[in-house]
């Protein structure tokens, strides 16, 4: 399995990991309607909605933990 990483397009991994769509909204990311998502990357995204580097983080790890327990 690739992990997902920080630098990766939102949609793509939108499309890739549909169970990671919850995550987005904890951290209140709406990620999933918005047109941005496609040019995109997890980090830049977070950040532009003012998530701070430990918080993406940890988003970034918990989706890993989603994917890797759905697997």
Do not use: W
Not at 17 to 32: G, N, R, S, W
Not at 58 to 71: L, S
Request: with cysteine.
């Amino acid at each position: 399995m690739n992990k997902i990483q920080k630098t990766d397009n939102i949609y793509e991994t939108i499309q890739e990991y549909p169970e990671t769509v919850e995550i987005f909204l904890q951290y209140d990311l709406h990620c999933v309607g918005c047109p941005v998502s496609g040019a995109d990357s997890i980090e830049n995204g977070a950040k532009a909605h003012g998530l701070e580097d430990k918080e993406i983080e940890e988003m970034v790890e918990r989706m890993n933990e989603v994917v890797e327990h759905k697997e």
